[in-house]
């Protein structure tokens, strides 16, 4: 049985930084595409950021670009992280990181990833 974990959410002042990270049990996904997402209080969820396979593509949705950055770590029950500089209050949401359960394929979308993990909450304070 797979769990996607993500973990190092918390409450912060704006200005400052977090680094999310995501584990995956169950099996590897070490050459999976993954992503971040968030979903604010009354607010659909949306796309955060995105990596390849490979972890040679990225992608940022505008609202983060230039502040966070995620990348991928292929060491043991490890995914991904997301490092989140410069928070802002507009950044707190709840944190979800998923998984596309093919191998060798470039980030799409949210409807692409068959894995989600249950959330890590920031809030960031004004």
């Known amino acids: 049985q797979v769990q996607v974990v993500e973990s190092g959410g918390g409450l912060v002042q704006a200005g400052e930084s977090l680094r999310l990270s995501c584990a995956a049990f169950?099996?590897?996904?070490?050459?999976?595409?993954m992503g971040w997402f968030r979903q604010a209080p009354g607010m659909e969820r949306e796309f955060v950021a995105g990596?390849?396979?490979?972890?040679?593509?990225?992608?940022y949705s505008d609202s983060v670009k230039g502040r966070f950055t995620i990348s991928r770590d292929n060491a043991k029950n490890k995914v991904a992280y997301l490092q989140m500089n410069s928070l802002k209050p507009e950044d707190t949401a709840v944190y979800y990181c998923a998984v596309d359960s093919r191998p060798y394929r470039e980030y799409s979308s949210a409807e692409a990833m068959d894995y989600w993990g249950k959330g890590t909450l920031v809030t960031v304070s004004s």
């Open positions: 169950g099996r590897s996904f070490s050459r999976n595409a």
């Open positions: 990596i390849n396979w490979s972890g040679g593509r990225t992608y």
